[in-house]
């Protein structure tokens, strides 16, 4: 892989200074989720992946290698071998390897992910284990678009882990066809998306026993002390999480344990008792209701599997936009 190529890309100018300012002066105040993930906090989410009551991950994790082998048989079908798979939010890249393994004419792998030095780290381990295999590691926020150099390859797009929760039914929109005009007209897109359920099997999976949850969500506070010189108080600030059902997402909160101030880069923010940090939306979808959202997007599906319980659902789209 091309270090270089992932480094020339790296966002420049400090946006996350400006995000949190804009996200702390606003009522209510929030801060995007993205910036969960540096190291450590892909460390942590990793975790939160080992964990039994974090049910998406291995309930995905299972029911890929089935996708996979069916994909594969589909494929083979159309005569479909010069394949390029291009994954969004690339994370620890656990999962890609089910797809190699099935799919096996890729040769191309892109991978796209917000940290760098996890991604790095990240394509440096698949390298090892697929030799044949050409990575593109790419530094970028996936929910800007995004120009891949033109190639002949049919992409294959894969956004594993319901991470399209954490974008609101517009923003989900925008991301789906931003990322068809990314991989072209012939282009796929396999994407696991969470379920409606039962809310207790919801509320365990974002307040898991071990609190790493917890941990995960606050290491936001955590970066902005470190990164932007900010003075949280991390006692001061409890984690808070829950099934909004009428909006049918989980929240993620930060709150307030008392009246407190806060300082970062000059600025000073207030906290009533009580009052939180809104940092994360993790919308659940009714599979038909994904597929309607897909196909206003410019993406017809054309399969879609479910885990037993029908505990997490992945899709295979292809794209029909312009
Ligand atoms: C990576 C966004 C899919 O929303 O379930 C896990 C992140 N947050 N536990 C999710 C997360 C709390 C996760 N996504």
């Keep these: 892989m091309n270090e270089a190529q992932a480094l020339a890309i790296k966002p420049t100018g400090n946006e996350f200074l400006d995000d949190v300012l804009e996200g702390l002066r606003a009522a209510p105040k929030?801060?995007?989720?993205?910036?969960?993930?540096?190291?450590?906090?892909?460390?942590?989410?990793?975790?939160?992946?080992?964990?039994?009551?974090?049910?998406?991950?291995?309930?995905?994790?299972?029911?890929?290698?089935q996708v996979g082998h069916e994909i594969a048989q589909r494929f083979h079908a159309r005569g479909l071998q010069n394949l390029e798979i291009v994954e969004f939010g690339a994370g620890s890249l656990r999962k890609v390897g089910i797809l190699l393994r099935a799919l096996r004419t890729v040769r191309h792998f892109t991978a796209i992910d917000i940290s760098q030095e996890h991604l790095i780290e990240a394509c440096r381990t698949l390298e090892s284990q697929y030799r044949e295999l050409t990575i593109h590691p790419c530094v970028h926020d996936f929910t800007k678009p995004l120009k891949l150099s033109p190639s002949d390859r049919t992409r294959v797009g894969f956004f594993p882990g319901s991470t399209i929760g954490n974008l609101d039914r517009d923003q989900a929109r925008t991301f789906l066809r931003n990322a068809g005009k990314t991989l072209g007209s012939a282009s796929y897109m396999i994407i696991g998306v969470d379920t409606q359920k039962p809310e207790p099997i919801l509320h365990r999976a974002y307040n898991d026993g071990k609190g790493v949850t917890a941990r995960f969500n606050k290491n936001m506070l955590v970066r902005i002390n470190r990164e932007l010189g900010g003075d949280f108080t991390l006692e001061n600030f409890a984690h808070h999480a829950f099934y909004n059902s009428e909006l049918g997402r989980i929240e993620m909160h930060l709150r307030s344990l008392k009246e407190q101030a806060v300082n970062i880069d000059g600025e000073r923010f207030h906290f009533g008792r009580g009052e939180s940090i809104h940092t994360e939306n993790s919308y659940?979808?009714?599979?038909?209701?994904?597929?309607?959202?897909?196909?206003?997007?410019?993406?017809?599906?054309?399969?879609?599997?479910?885990?037993?319980?029908?505990?997490?659902?992945?899709?295979?789209?292809?794209?029909?936009?312009?």
């Design 30 to 65: 929030s801060l995007p989720p993205k910036y969960f993930y540096d190291s450590v906090g892909s460390q942590y989410f990793d975790e939160i992946c080992n964990l039994t009551d974090y049910y998406p991950y291995h309930t995905e994790l299972e029911l890929l290698p």
């Design 284 to 322: 659940k979808y009714r599979p038909v209701d994904f597929t309607q959202l897909a196909k206003e997007a410019g993406w017809s599906t054309e399969r879609l599997w479910l885990a037993p319980e029908d505990l997490f659902s992945i899709s295979l789209l292809k794209y029909c936009g312009e």
